[in-house]
């Protein structure tokens, strides 16, 4: 028996006392995970990968994942890599082939297709990839800023990486993308 329990168990006929001692115990187990979750902060990334490379995206730069819709109406005069406008909830949302805009082929007809909608309420965007491996959580410690190189030569738009072990993971920063200015000029 644990000592915690042996120190409830005596409190067994006294209900009011016993709630008020666990609320106690709570509230230490809280403060102490507080503690330690200060200790170790975590870095939150989306998993995706563009042709055969993986990348992280910070969670906080992206508003939702959806699916590739199978209608994009096409913008005239637009680049190739604006794939088109489609209709989310109402609101129009520019979608971007960023595998196109990279300059590596196209994300269109991958059955794995996802868009990663940029939480950017001043451009609605949303970004096509390959496909989405979800939420990665890494330690500060296993974020660096040096930029690793990458087939798809998008260093410009690299933050930096998480590293555990050998697994390397570049962060894309889709902050850095939308400020490009050859991004801005989707007009052909």
């Not at 190739?80 to 129009?92: F, I, Y």
């Not at 990486?161 to 570049?170: E, F, I, K, L």
């Amino acid at each position: 028996m644990s000592e915690q329990t042996s120190s409830l168990a005596h409190l067994r006929d006294k209900p009011f006392e016993l709630l008020r001692e666990m609320e106690r115990l709570s509230s230490l187990a809280q403060a102490d995970g507080d503690l330690q979750s200060a200790d170790s902060q975590e870095w939150v990334g989306i998993g995706f990968q563009l042709a055969n490379e993986k990348f992280l995206v910070a969670r906080d730069e992206i508003r939702e994942v959806m699916i590739l819709p199978a209608k994009l109406t096409r913008v005239p005069g637009a680049r190739d890599w604006v794939a088109g406008l489609a209709n989310l909830r109402g609101q129009l949302l520019t979608v971007i082939d960023l595998r196109l805009f990279l300059g590596s082929g196209t994300s269109k007809g991958i059955r794995t297709a996802r868009v990663l909608v940029v939480d950017n309420p001043d451009m609605p965007v949303g970004i096509v990839v390959d496909e989405i491996f979800g939420f990665r959580r890494f330690s500060e410690s296993e974020y660096t800023e040096t930029i690793p190189d990458t087939e798809l030569r998008c260093d410009r738009y690299m933050t930096g990486a998480c590293v555990r072990g050998t697994d390397v993971w570049p962060v894309f920063s889709l902050k850095k993308l939308l400020d490009a200015s050859e991004f801005q000029q989707a007009a052909a």
